[in-house]
């Protein structure tokens, strides 16, 4: 494969997942602070707007979903990245099933309808419309070097959305509804429940870290990237244990993970991180282009 389509693939998992993972973060944390009757409502805004790397001031909820958001030319917003990923799927759309093309485009065409009045319908429709693109490439897509590329990019920015929603420690400043607002932002309440303990702030942060029943934990989604790294190396004869490094030393830590609060706070940190160098690795090794055409006489 060539490393433009490899690059191309792997961005628009990524952008493809960014714009989900943002959707939901952005559904709970509109609702959570309507909610908030407290005077402080503005340092809510600030906690949340600086722990995913946005760059503004919000005072209200509305102020921080339009942030959020954002611009078409920002992929790090809600709006950017669903740009991005149409910008990604037009540049492959060649391998891409036709389906699953036409599906990025009634994605992006949803966002035409959003309305900063009623965030949360909005986010919904962009939520159904992602989860019919997510269905049709899992029903369609081949088992090829660019699906590969395209799941561990979604496997990736999962483990960085994760590490930077448990960085936001939402239960210091919502002590009540900050554990199940957790949950919630990753789709996570209902599988949590259903291991049927208590609702505790540290059950929910080793859960989300650790757990091997939900797809979303940073365990899994690593344990995901690495087999599919091992069947790009495969289909491509190139090492990839360096590049793995990162985040295999993090499955290890997870594993052996006992009841050591401080080493779970560790990993949190260290997710982000990982995922960089990870991503750094991959695009070295994969996405560089090797050598040159040199025409002469």
Not at 45 to 51: D, F, P, R, V, Y
Not at 53 to 78: C, F, H, I, Q, W
Not at 248 to 261: F, K, P, T
Request: aromatic share 6%; charged share 25%; glycine share 6%.
């Amino acid at each position: 494969m060539l490393s433009r389509l490899a690059e191309t693939s792997f961005w628009l998992g990524r952008y493809l997942e960014r714009a989900e993972g943002m959707s939901r973060l952005l559904v709970e944390f509109h609702q959570l602070l309507v909610q908030d009757n407290r005077a402080h409502v503005k340092r809510g805004c600030t906690l949340i707007s600086h722990g995913l790397g946005l760059e503004g001031d919000p005072k209200s909820a509305r102020e921080l979903v339009a942030l959020a958001y954002g611009e078409p030319l920002n992929p790090g917003t809600l709006l950017g990245s669903i740009h991005s990923a149409r910008s990604n799927a037009r540049l492959i759309r060649d391998i891409l099933p036709s389906d699953f093309y036409q599906a990025i485009n009634q994605l992006n065409a949803t966002t035409d309808d959003f309305s900063l009045a009623a965030p949360g319908r909005s986010l919904r429709s962009i939520l159904d419309r992602l989860a019919v693109t997510n269905g049709i490439f899992e029903w369609l897509a081949p088992e090829d070097e660019s699906a590969h590329f395209l799941t561990v990019g979604r496997s990736l920015e999962r483990m960085d959305l994760m590490s930077r929603l448990l960085a936001l420690k939402l239960e210091n400043e919502w002590r009540d509804q900050g554990p199940a607002t957790t949950l919630r932002a990753v789709g996570a309440l209902n599988t949590y429940l259903r291991e049927r303990v208590p609702l505790t702030t540290v059950g929910v942060r080793r859960f989300l870290v650790e757990s091997e029943t939900f797809p979303r934990s940073i365990a899994e989604c690593a344990k995901r990237a690495d087999a599919e790294l091992r069947e790009i190396a495969v289909m491509t004869q190139l090492h990839v244990d360096d590049i793995l490094r990162p985040i295999g030393m993090l499955e290890s830590q997870i594993r052996y993970l006992g009841d050591d609060l401080d080493e779970l706070e560790r990993i949190i940190a260290k997710t982000t991180p990982a995922v960089a160098q990870t991503t750094d690795g991959i695009g070295l090794r994969f996405f560089r282009p090797i050598g040159s055409i040199v025409w002469s006489n």
